[in-house]
Structure formats: structure tokens, C-alpha cells
């Protein structure tokens, strides 16, 4: 049923070309002809902003068929009338193509650039929050992020906007895993310092009980935990909360 339609369709439409006189073909491609080169002049300054290249090949092609359709005009006869008229309307369609894609490339870039913008906060984020003495294992992670980052960046100015989404997302991850290991550091920290604290006044209390109860042996248990708190409280001072 709807190939019968379509062929209907096909037929009135020729049928109406046929009808048509040759001054009447005249008219229906000049005036359609000049409305597509309005179109390709909107397309033209769409792609040049743009800097689009799928924009700028889709151009490329709808120009092409246009310059088709005026040689067919030229030749001023029923058939080259109509075959212009059909080319200029296909090049219409290819220059509002070509817009299209110029529009959805520059919605691409924003993508992208917000990507961008969020990874160098979180990386500045980091920083902040890491310090400049850092442990060795964060740090790696912090120059790992810089430099995966400053790679999506070059990608970007060169418009190569799928490797530079990747790798800015790429350093979105390691940052958030460096921002991971500082805040499990920072709560080591704080467990380690109360520790201390509350070990300093302990240690205090039993130093005097075992002077006053003058025994050997627990004056030696008492050396070794204490040489133990001395240590743990070096690793503390060396950044090394791990070991403390």
C-alpha cells in the first residue's frame, strides 16, 4: 500500500513538472536557486566561526552541488531547469546540514571545556588540601594528574576534543583517588596526635608509680614502651603515619 501511495505521489509530481511550461521551470530554479544561496551564505559564516571540519566538508559539498545546478541552469532548457532545480534543493539541505554539525561540535567543545575547568579545580583542590609536603605516594599521584591534564589541554587548543575529553577525565580520577588518600591520611594524623597526647600523660603517670615502687622488672617493660613511644613519635614527626 504505501509503495502504491509513494508511486502516486511520484507520479502527480512529475505530471505537475510536465504541465509546467519552460518559463514557469525558469522560475521555480532561479527563485529556489537564489534561496539556497542565501542559505549557503548563513552556512559560510557558521563554518568559518565554527572552525568545524565536518561542518566545513558538508559545505564543501552542498557548494559543489550548487555550481551543479547553475551549469544546469545554463544550459536553459526543460531538463536542465528541472535538474537544476533538484541539485540546488539537495544543496540546500547539505549547507543546513553543515550547520547542524557545526552546532553540535560547538556544543561538544563546551562539553569538554567545563571537563576541563572541573579537573584544574579539583587539581588546585588537592593541592590545597595535600600541602607541600605531601607523602611520596600522593605526591606521584598529584604529578601523574598534572601531566594527564596538561596532555588534555593541548589536545584541546588543537581541537582533538575526543583525546582530550578522555584524558582530562582521566585526571579527574586520579585527583579524586590523591584527594581519597589525603583525607585516610588526615584521619590517620588526628588518631595518631590524639594518641600521642593521650600516651604523653599516661607515660608521665607510670614513670613516677614505677620510681616509687622501685622494680626491676617493670622498669625495663616500662624502657621498652617507652623507646617504642619515641619511635612512634619520630615516624609522626617524619610524615611517615603509617608506620607511627
Known sequence: VILIIVGVMIGIG?????????QQLRNQFEQEFQRTEQVLNQARNVVKISGSETGKLALNFAEKLQ?????QGMLQTRLGY???YRLTMEAREKAKSA?????RAEENQDLVARQLEKTDELIQRAQSRAGENMPQV?????EQAKDTQRRAWEFYRKNELRPALKLSRQAERTVRKLIARVKEEMGDINRIRNQIRLLDGSYEQARNRIKECANDDAGQVFSHGEDAFQRAQDFYNDGKFKQA
Do not use: F, V
Open 67 to 71: 555550481l551543479q545546478a547553475r551549469e
Open 82 to 84: 528541472q535538474a537544476g
Open 14 to 22: 512529475s505530471t505537475a513538472t510536465a504541465q509546467m511550461t519552460q
Open 138 to 142: 600522593a605526591a606521584n599521584l598529584y
Open 99 to 103: 550547520m547542524g554539525l557545526c552546532q
